[in-house]
């Protein structure tokens, strides 16, 4: 059981740190609120439209599709770097990942997903 103490003293910190760390930030801070504060801030110009408004699903289509591409990147860099220790399997395995990529990139391609609202 004796092993396992440095475990719960790791988790014990872990969860008491940011705990008592925004409770010290809450005692520090300042707390002057107002309606310059609350408003809604879009690139510091006027909002044209209520926060609340409804938006085109297609917009979140193109946040995931570029959420996936970035993470195809992010596998692709190990893969570049390891290349010559993976050799031919590496090759293989790294062409059926782009081919799936490519084939869900020209259907959502097809179905009108890149087209802008």
Do not use: H
Request: aromatic share 18%; glycine share 6%; hydrophobic share 60%.
């Amino acid at each position: 059981m004796a092993a396992y103490f440095p475990v719960l003293l790791f988790l014990l910190v872990g969860l008491a740190f940011p705990i008592i760390t925004l409770f010290i930030a809450q005692l520090v801070r300042p707390n002057r609120p107002g309606d310059v504060k609350s408003s809604v801030y879009e690139c510091g110009i006027e909002p044209e439209t209520p926060a609340w408004t409804r938006v085109s699903v297609r917009f979140y289509v193109i946040a995931v599709l570029f959420v996936i591409f970035d993470v195809e990147t992010i596998f692709l860099f190990p893969w570049a770097v390891k290349y010559g220790v993976l050799g031919l399997f590496g090759f293989i395995e790294m062409s059926i990942f782009l081919l799936i990529l490519v084939v869900g990139y020209i259907y959502a391609w097809r179905k009108g997903a890149l087209q802008w609202a």
